[in-house]
Each structure stands twice: as C-alpha cells, then as structure tokens.
C-alpha cells in the first residue's frame, strides 16, 4: 500500500488535467476575426492572403478555408462576414514528434496571424473528443453597454497573465449603426398606400428579396434580388 501511494504521488503531476484532452492528428485550425462592420468582400480578401502565407510554410501540406457564416448550416456564436476559419494540415510524412511538430507550425501560423493588422481577433482550436466551446465561459452582467465592454475587457485582460489559459477573447462587439424612420402615416392614406407596404418597399431596396434558394448538396444558398 505504502509503494502504490508513493507510485501515486509521483505520477500524479505528470498525468494530463483536461476533462477533453486535444487529438493531435496534424492538423488544426485558425478561427480570424475582423472589425465587426466589415464586409464580406474584405474577409474573403484578408482570409485568402493569410491563407496563401500559411501555406507556403514548410511545416504545411494543405489549407482548407471558410469564409463568413451560414446561419442555416452553422449556427455558430460569434460567426458573421468578419470572420473566416483556416484549417491547416501537417505533411504524412510526419510521424514522429507529432506534437512538437504541430506545436511548431502553430507558432509560425500564429506569428502571421499577430503580424496582420486587419485581424482584430483569433483563436487556435484542435479536433476534440467531443466539441464543447468555449471550455471556460466568464459572463458579465451590467446594465451600460459601455461598462460591460469595460469589465469584459479587464478580466480578459487578467486572465491573459494567468498560466495555463490562451486565447482569451470576449464576444462584446463594436455594435452596429441603427437608423430610426417613423412613416407619415397621413401622407400614406393620401396615397393609398399602407406604412407597412411602405416598410416593406424600403426592406426591399435595402435588403433585396430572396424568391427562392439553390441547394447545393446539403447546403442552401439564398438568390438575393435587388
């Protein structure tokens, strides 16, 4: 009893502390955001030439990327036109070391993503077990918008310095700019016309009509018309 209770102690620091421990099969992706109000156009823009530098590092053999979300298929927090998903893949050939060899591709990937200023925010994730995301949540409550932000960003800020925890980010966005239109509701009966006819004319001129969809495999693609 005395030398499995001394066995015990000492293996007990060296064995692994997540409840889903990452799987290391060479390949991991890179989840980039940009400032919220960026258009699409511009993600696929950024997205494509971070793509194109990952790729030319020795230490990769293929890129996949994803750019912008489909609210049918995903559904993911967070995911919008201003962010883009990299997956990156690891040559066969390498089948010894392979977690200092993931380890040393993430680190050059890293260091292109930090080097790009149009990219506000990322974070590295691995193939799990099973996807639980995020694996540790802090929510703050408050009743200014502006204080949440102010709060959110300094436990992000405290938790940074902590050993053990990486990529720290929170979900407070910039927000979006609203424009207020309030109808003449006698100028509409004037014209015969109704305010919601009039709301839904100015939808559509802002917006566009989507009449139908074309699916493509198990994905279904809105035909905007403006």
């Given at each position: 009893?005395?030398?499995?209770?001394?066995?015990?102690?000492?293996?007990?620091?060296?064995?692994?502390?997540?409840?889903?421990?990452d799987?290391?099969?060479?390949?991991?992706?890179?989840?980039?955001?940009?400032?919220?109000?960026?258009?699409?156009?511009?993600?696929?823009?950024?997205?494509?030439?971070?793509?194109?530098?990952?790729?030319?590092?020795d230490?990769?053999?293929?890129?996949?990327?994803?750019?912008?979300?489909?609210?049918e298929?995903?559904?993911?927090?967070?995911?919008?036109?201003?962010?883009?998903?990299?997956?990156?893949?690891?040559?066969?050939?390498?089948?010894?070391?392979?977690?200092?060899?993931?380890?040393?591709?993430?680190?050059?990937?890293?260091?292109?993503?930090?080097?790009?200023?149009?990219?506000?925010?990322?974070?590295?994730?691995?193939?799990?077990?099973?996807?639980?995301?995020?694996?540790?949540?802090?929510?703050?409550?408050?009743?200014?918008?502006?204080?949440?932000?102010?709060?959110?960003?300094?436990?992000?800020?405290?938790?940074?310095?902590?050993?053990g925890?990486?990529?720290?980010?929170?979900?407070?966005?910039?927000?979006?700019?609203?424009?207020?239109i309030?109808?003449?509701?006698?100028?509409?009966?004037?014209?015969?016309?109704?305010?919601?006819?009039?709301?839904?004319?100015?939808r559509d001129?802002?917006?566009?009509?989507?009449?139908?969809?074309?699916?493509?495999?198990?994905?279904?693609?809105?035909?905007?018309?403006?």
């Open positions: 009893a005395v030398l499995l209770f001394v066995g015990a102690t000492y293996l007990l620091p060296r064995l692994g502390s997540e409840l889903l421990p799987l290391h099969q060479g390949e991991f992706t890179a989840e980039i955001t940009l400032e919220p109000r960026t258009p699409l156009a511009e993600t696929d823009r950024v997205a494509r030439d971070l793509e194109g530098r990952v790729r030319a590092l230490s990769v053999e293929a890129t996949a990327l994803i750019v912008g979300a489909d609210r298929e995903t559904g993911r927090q967070g995911s919008g036109r201003n962010t883009a998903r990299l997956s990156v893949r690891l040559p066969d050939a390498v089948t010894h070391d392979l977690v200092a060899a993931e380890e040393a591709a993430e680190r050059d990937v890293r260091a292109l993503v930090e080097s790009d200023p149009r990219i506000v925010n990322y974070r590295i994730t691995r193939p799990t077990l099973l996807t639980l995301a995020p694996e540790m949540e802090i929510e703050v409550y408050g009743n200014s918008r502006d204080e949440v932000r102010t709060a959110a960003l300094a436990v992000a800020s405290r938790m940074e310095s902590m050993e925890l990486s990529d720290i980010r929170t979900t407070v966005g910039a927000g979006v700019p609203e424009v207020r309030v109808f003449d509701r006698e100028a509409c009966l004037r014209y015969g016309i109704t305010p919601a006819a009039c709301a839904q004319l100015l001129e802002i917006e566009g009509t989507v009449p139908t969809t074309l699916g493509e495999g198990n994905r279904r693609v809105d035909i905007r018309v403006r």
